[in-house]
């Protein structure tokens, strides 16, 4: 079947613009997670879904970052006001259940460059 | 929070070596320890992984080990092939309940490099 997908690939914008990444998780997958990989470093944990709702929202960086999900698939993460220091590859996975132990899945990315 | 520390940041073999990759982690209640390999431009993909309640697992030519006591984690590649460059990330993740379901705490990575 078909695996997390995200759009857009690439993204490509001037500090201080607003930016929308999508996440389509894998269908009938509950847990649904965004990471953050700057270049060279690991993966940085920033939000996760339970459904609809987002019981974990410690690893956003600040407020200009937000996130939603509704109808328990199809997310969102917007970065308000970009700054360069927000140019990384943002990778959303999904999960068959929100226990800790299932795989993740992930998609592709986006990588954001701000300019 | 959980942190977790990986080492080596990079590791050299030669085809049909053996390459062994550590990480220790913080949070004593983690008890799920994922391993990804990220080819470059790719996503990271779970190669093998390993839950508290066990030792050691094996997959062919991966294996992973856990010493629960001194909270350090291992990845064993034997008899390494060009095909298995690519960036190695630990993780751990708890089960224990609260906000912290799932989330996956990653090492810094290793990039390991297969010379034929």
């Known amino acids: 079947g078909a695996g997390v997908s995200q759009s857009p690939s690439n993204k490509v914008t001037e500090k201080g613009k607003d930016v929308e990444l999508r996440c389509d998780p894998i269908?009938?997958?509950?847990?649904l997670y965004w990471y953050r990989q700057s270049l060279g470093q690991g993966l940085e944990f920033l939000i996760y879904?339970?459904?609809?709702?987002?019981?974990?929202k410690s690893g956003l960086p600040s407020d200009r970052f937000s996130a939603e999900r509704t109808g328990g698939s199809v997310s969102t993460l917007t970065i308000q006001r970009t700054q360069q220091e927000d140019s990384a590859v943002y990778l959303c996975?999904?999960?068959?259940?929100?226990?800790?132990?299932?795989?993740?899945?992930f998609g592709p990315g986006t990588r954001l460059t701000v300019l | 929070g959980e942190n977790v520390e990986q080492h080596p940041s990079t590791l050299s073999v030669q085809e049909g070596d053996s390459a062994v990759i550590k990480c220790t982690y913080s949070?004593?209640?983690?008890?799920?320890f994922p391993w990804y390999k990220q080819e470059l431009g790719k996503r990271p993909q779970l190669i093998i992984d390993?839950?508290?309640?066990?030792g050691e697992k094996k997959d062919q030519r991966i294996a992973v080990t856990l010493n629960k006591t001194a909270k350090h984690f291992s990845l064993h590649i034997t008899e390494t092939q060009p095909e298995d460059s690519a960036v190695y990330f630990c993780?751990?993740?708890?089960?224990?309940?609260?906000?912290?379901?799932?989330?996956?705490?990653f090492g810094q990575g290793t990039i390991l490099t297969v010379h034929p």
């Open positions: 390993i839950r508290s309640n066990v």
């Open positions: 269908s009938g997958h509950t847990a």
């Open positions: 996975a999904s999960s068959f259940r929100e226990f800790g132990q299932s795989e993740q899945f």
């Open positions: 879904f339970q459904g609809n709702s987002a019981p974990d």
């Open positions: 993780a751990a993740t708890s089960n224990a309940g609260g906000t912290s379901y799932g989330k996956l705490t």
């Open positions: 949070d004593s209640a983690s008890n799920y």
